[in-house]
């Protein structure tokens, strides 16, 4: 069976993006492949270094919410990087045949560089951070990998270290794909992307009232100032979360009635709030069952964590025989 790996970023409780955007992906995936979905909590570490704190409960929080959205730990192996050391030699292998040039030219690199203010990202483990991603790809000599377009050049540069190191020691690696997320990018309540490093972010699991308010101040088509004033659902994001929470008789509804003042904002974000729970409800129920038991989580990721390294130690046993380490 073809092998998928993903991996996230511990940012604890998930928002809609993240279920359109992966979840709901892995989850079709696990039921077809062969899975390994990881918490990248070495990754959150070479940007948040200075204060880590936050790693380890977020990581909990983020995986009760991978399992309230559906994923099973019987299906799909679901682990932590940081509990599967063999991450880390793969990491320090492929660092010694990739070029500082493809690093400096990565997107993300010189964009985070400039972007972030608050922290200092000067450090030699964020340059290699699409290394250590190569590592955690490769190491399950994965084929495919379902992330957002955010992440193709990092598939990219990982397909090139695989091709540099097969020609310089082997066939070992399979050049993985990217499965690229079919899912629109979702707006938040700024109409922004969604994320939580905006604050604009809806969670899974906001309790009626929080996700009620943020939807009540959300943004609307800028246009339509007063309610006798038509809109355009087009340029509205509260339409464009309606396009994917709404069943297509509301989303006719309010592309017909919105266009000529028939129906106002608050109640055409009502019903969005309606079909949201709708959707949601069950979600975070099961979120508040993981929450609040955490040890739970806890050994189910232990469990998967001895899993994926078993695999892991099978691949490093050839790339250590082909590097000609092995004594
Ligand atoms: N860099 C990814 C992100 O920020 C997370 C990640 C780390 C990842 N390792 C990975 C994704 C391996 C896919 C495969 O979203
Ligand atoms: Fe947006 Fe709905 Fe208001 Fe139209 S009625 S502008 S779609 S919130």
Redesign the pocket.
């Given at each position: 069976m073809p092998r998928v790996?993903?991996?996230?970023?511990p940012t604890g409780k998930l928002h809609l993006g993240h279920l359109e955007g992966a979840l709901k992906n892995w989850n079709r995936l696990q039921h077809e492949y062969d899975c390994f979905f990881f918490v990248?909590d070495w990754?959150a570490l070479t940007t948040d270094y200075a204060d880590p704190s936050q790693i380890r409960p977020n990581t909990l929080l983020m995986v009760g919410d991978w399992l309230a959205a559906g994923l099973d730990p019987n299906r799909a192996t679901l682990f932590v990087q940081s509990l599967v050391p063999e991450h880390a030699e793969l990491h320090l292998l492929l660092s010694c045949v990739t070029p500082l040039g493809w690093l400096e030219r990565v997107p993300t690199y010189k964009e985070q560089r400039e972007n972030i203010r608050d922290k200092d990202l000067g450090n030699y483990a964020f340059l290699g951070?699409p290394v250590?991603?190569a590592a955690?790809?490769l190491i399950y000599q994965a084929h495919f990998?379902p992330?957002?377009e955010d992440?193709v050049p990092?598939i990219e540069l990982t397909r090139e270290i695989a091709r540099r190191f097969n020609k310089l020691y082997g066939e070992i690696f399979p050049e993985p794909q990217a499965l690229l997320t079919q899912a629109p990018r979702l707006p938040g309540t700024d109409g922004r992307k969604m994320s939580k490093s905006y604050g604009n972010d809806i969670r899974l699991t906001d309790p009626p009232d929080v996700m009620w308010e943020k939807l009540r101040t959300m943004v609307t088509d800028p246009a339509r100032v007063r309610r006798t004033d038509p809109g355009n659902p087009e340029v509205c994001p509260v339409y464009a979360l309606h396009r994917v929470f709404s069943p297509p008789e509301h989303q006719q509804q309010v592309n017909v009635e919105c266009r000529r003042a028939g129906i106002g904002c608050v109640e055409c974000k009502r019903l969005l709030y309606e079909n949201l729970r709708e959707r949601l409800a069950p979600i975070a129920d099961k979120s508040a069952y993981y929450e609040s038991r955490p040890e739970q989580v806890r050994e189910l990721l232990i469990e998967g964590s001895r899993r994926a390294r078993q695999r892991a130690a099978q691949t490093m046993d050839c790339v250590r025989a082909a590097m000609r380490i092995a004594v």
């Amino acid at each position: 069976m073809p092998r998928v790996v993903s991996g996230m970023r511990p940012t604890g409780k998930l928002h809609l993006g993240h279920l359109e955007g992966a979840l709901k992906n892995w989850n079709r995936l696990q039921h077809e492949y062969d899975c390994f979905f990881f918490v990248a909590d070495w990754h959150a570490l070479t940007t948040d270094y200075a204060d880590p704190s936050q790693i380890r409960p977020n990581t909990l929080l983020m995986v009760g919410d991978w399992l309230a959205a559906g994923l099973d730990p019987n299906r799909a192996t679901l682990f932590v990087q940081s509990l599967v050391p063999e991450h880390a030699e793969l990491h320090l292998l492929l660092s010694c045949v990739t070029p500082l040039g493809w690093l400096e030219r990565v997107p993300t690199y010189k964009e985070q560089r400039e972007n972030i203010r608050d922290k200092d990202l000067g450090n030699y483990a964020f340059l290699g951070y699409p290394v250590l991603q190569a590592a955690d790809i490769l190491i399950y000599q994965a084929h495919f990998v379902p992330v957002g377009e955010d992440q193709v050049p990092h598939i990219e540069l990982t397909r090139e270290i695989a091709r540099r190191f097969n020609k310089l020691y082997g066939e070992i690696f399979p050049e993985p794909q990217a499965l690229l997320t079919q899912a629109p990018r979702l707006p938040g309540t700024d109409g922004r992307k969604m994320s939580k490093s905006y604050g604009n972010d809806i969670r899974l699991t906001d309790p009626p009232d929080v996700m009620w308010e943020k939807l009540r101040t959300m943004v609307t088509d800028p246009a339509r100032v007063r309610r006798t004033d038509p809109g355009n659902p087009e340029v509205c994001p509260v339409y464009a979360l309606h396009r994917v929470f709404s069943p297509p008789e509301h989303q006719q509804q309010v592309n017909v009635e919105c266009r000529r003042a028939g129906i106002g904002c608050v109640e055409c974000k009502r019903l969005l709030y309606e079909n949201l729970r709708e959707r949601l409800a069950p979600i975070a129920d099961k979120s508040a069952y993981y929450e609040s038991r955490p040890e739970q989580v806890r050994e189910l990721l232990i469990e998967g964590s001895r899993r994926a390294r078993q695999r892991a130690a099978q691949t490093m046993d050839c790339v250590r025989a082909a590097m000609r380490i092995a004594v």
